[in-house]
């Protein structure tokens, strides 16, 4: 999969899993932050989101130093998914 | 008991806020299901974690909350509000092996989430509660309420009741007779001389506390016993109505009777207590079949005060009215069964 192809399926993810119902997918800036400002999610979506990347792209994050990094953006999962997916 | 000053209720009628009964909403899909208003008081990031059960009990309540003080606890009654997210999340935990869980259904599958989720809104710190008894728990929170405003009498209250209709409940529910094989419409429900009812669904909220002034009824009395045995109940509800009302009669019977013929009897009989000249009005067309239905005909009751007449459809006949008492009588299943009265402040 394309990497252009690979964010916008990501954006959508994200938009159906943490159940954004006023965001829309093509709204998300591949660089813009997902938690503090940006998306403004929180702690409990952090544990979505790595259910989702294990879920849909059989990745393990455990180390929560190295969750924070992958989680900065749409750019930085995107690029850990593509280095790191098993399925 | 106490006085009713406040009250708030979605449900599948024109209820919220503006409330207009005089136009009837129909089932679909043999569901009778709520308008849901645009929650504006909930805050988007909250919402979006709500599930329906939730988000009609905070929905009504939080107006109530915002606009008219504080208070001083949280009573809520439902019997099935968090099983929607319980089911999901139990899904989750055979599909995925026990392997990694979403933790936002497990956080929404208690029943308590309504009460909590409004503790957390409003930052009240105070008493809250959540009670679980079926087709009495609202009649339990009732009771709660009065025993806290008779220990604490200068508290107020947020009491409520929220039930929905979910998937699971409801395929389950049909399986076992309780929703009607045929696609009726509300209209028609007490004649369909067919056993189920029609499933519904609404939150309802009340501000309760012990002063007369504005308020907009007073809740006499509560009763609730368990029991399959007419003989007993009717027993039961004689003693009430002898107990509570001059000249042992209630101006109005508000018959929680919902369209099921094998239940029939029991609503003919408390009608039969009320005596002849009683007139019988009927609620649960509008607001359909569920546990908590109960705190929808209270609601009901405040609003027949409030305005004075009944809409045609709960009574056959358009009727106006300067009601001083109304009694309401309510079974949930043929077993748990309910009394209120309720008069004029």
Redesign the interface.
């Known amino acids: 999969m394309e990497t252009a192809a690979l964010k916008q399926q990501l954006k959508k993810q994200i938009v159906e899993f943490l159940n954004l119902i006023s965001v829309n997918p093509d709204d998300i800036k591949d660089d813009e932050p997902l938690f503090g400002e940006g998306l403004r999610l929180d702690s409990i979506d952090s544990i979505e989101l790595i259910v989702l990347l294990n879920r849909e792209y059989g990745i393990v994050i455990e180390d929560p130093k190295e969750g924070r990094k992958i989680l900065t953006s749409i750019n930085t999962m995107a690029d850990y998914i593509e280095k790191h997916r098993t399925k | 008991m106490f006085y009713i000053h406040q009250s708030s209720c979605i449900s599948p009628q024109q209820t919220f806020k503006d409330a207009d009964l005089t136009v009837l909403h129909g089932p679909v899909e043999k569901q009778l299901k709520a308008i849901e208003p645009t929650y504006d008081a909930i805050p988007?990031?909250v919402?979006?974690?709500m599930g329906k059960a939730v988000r009609m009990g905070a929905g009504s309540a939080l107006p109530l909350l915002q606009e008219h003080g504080k208070t001083d606890g949280i009573i809520i009654a439902t019997a099935n509000a968090g099983k929607e997210d319980c089911v999901k999340f139990l899904d989750q935990i055979v599909q995925?092996e026990e392997?990694?869980?979403?933790?936002?259904n497990f956080?929404q599958s208690t029943p308590n989430a309504i009460a909590g989720q409004l503790g957390l809104i409003t930052k009240n710190h105070g008493y809250n509660i959540t009670h679980l008894h079926q087709g009495l728990a609202f009649e339990n929170a009732l009771m709660d309420a009065d025993m806290r405003l008779a220990e604490y009498p200068d508290h107020q209250y947020l009491l409520g009741a929220v039930d929905d209709i979910s998937v699971s409940s409801y395929t389950f529910e049909e399986k076992e007779g309780w929703h009607k094989q045929e696609d009726i419409s509300n209209k028609d429900l007490y004649n369909a001389d067919s056993p189920g009812s029609i499933a519904g669904e609404a939150a309802v909220m009340f501000l309760v506390n012990n002063i007369a002034a504005g308020a907009k009824a007073k809740l006499v009395a509560v009763d609730t016993l368990h029991s399959t045995d007419e003989h007993i109940i009717k027993e039961r509800l004689t003693f009430f109505i002898q107990q509570h009302l001059q000249n042992n009669k209630a101006d109005l019977l508000l018959s929680g009777e919902d369209g099921d013929n094998r239940l029939a009897h029991f609503y003919d009989m408390a009608a039969a207590v009320a005596g002849n000249e009683t007139p019988i009005a009927h609620y649960k067309h509008m607001c359909g079949a569920y546990p908590t239905a109960s705190a929808f005909g209270l609601w009901i009751a405040c609003e027949i005060f409030k305005a004075g007449a009944l809409p045609e459809h709960m009574t056959g006949s358009l009727l106006k009215v300067s009601y001083k008492n109304i009694l309401l009588y309510n079974s949930y299943r043929g077993y748990q069964h309910s009394f209120m009265l309720v008069s004029v402040a």
């Open positions: 988007p990031g919402l979006r974690r995925y392997g990694m869980l979403t933790p936002l956080v």
